[in-house]
């Protein structure tokens, strides 16, 4: 299993410029996850997902658009991009409301200018 | 979700227990403590939850007070490769509509040191 993968590892935008990151895991779990990261901060929940064509608003999620129409794919789509949204972006996965133990992919490291 | 504090820094030598406390004082009945750790540039991993039983594993112990109002990860022989931001997160047990979220605080920022 590759586990959860995200990419690209790193992008620069211009402010304005729209981008989808990607997320996808192959451990056939109902539940993904989309956090950021700020320097020196902990992780926010931005949307979140209980199962395909199933998503769901977290602490951030202003200027940020999911869907889910796979079990396998999670993207998330920054239609215009704000400095604001600099950040370092995880996606994670997780089997069952019960087992939720969560795998964290490795970062996509976003900077808008 | 109950609120949870962690002292922002610790130290620890190297082969050393490394007992990071989290005060939940407000955690309800039905609420899990999770512990999570994220080394440095790295997406955070799952280390171990808990209700109300002490809980061990092959990575750390978890010891929950008797009134659940505080606990203590411990790492029991801690190395260089420990060093990382510790998470402690208090929520419910999972719902079918809930799973998947997690609310991160600050964490404590765990040096182990030669």
């Known amino acids: 299993n590759a586990g959860v993968t995200q990419t690209p590892k790193f992008q620069v935008l211009k402010t304005g410029q729209s981008m989808t990151l990607q997320c996808a895991q192959d451990?056939?779990?109902?539940?993904m996850s989309w956090y950021r990261q700020d320097p020196g901060m902990g992780l926010r929940l931005i949307h979140y997902s209980v199962g395909a064509g199933i998503t769901d608003q977290g602490e951030v999620p202003n200027g940020y658009n999911v869907s889910r129409s796979t079990t396998e794919d999670f993207p998330l789509r920054l239609l215009s991009a704000a400095p604001s949204q600099t950040s370092v972006y995880f996606c994670?996965?997780?089997?069952?409301?019960?087992?939720?133990?969560?795998?964290f992919g490795p970062g996509t490291r976003l900077l808008v200018l | 979700d109950a609120k949870t504090t962690q002292p922002p820094s610790m130290d620890c030598a190297e082969g050393r227990a490394a007992n990071l406390p989290c005060n939940h004082s407000?955690?309800?009945?039905?609420?899990?403590v999770y512990w999570y750790r994220q080394i440095h540039s790295q997406g955070p991993q799952y280390i171990i939850h808990g209700l109300k039983n002490n809980e061990t594993n092959e990575m750390a112990s978890l010891i929950i007070t008797e009134d659940r109002k505080s606990s203590t990860l411990i790492l029991p022989h801690a190395t260089l490769r420990d060093t990382a931001v510790y998470y402690c997160i208090v929520r419910p047990e999972a719902s079918y509509n809930q799973g998947g979220k997690l609310i991160f605080g600050q964490g404590t920022e765990l040096s182990v040191k030669p």
């Open positions: 994670a996965s997780s089997y069952g409301a019960d087992q939720e133990t969560q795998y």
């Open positions: 407000t955690i309800s009945g039905n609420e899990y």
């Open positions: 451990m056939n779990h109902e539940y």
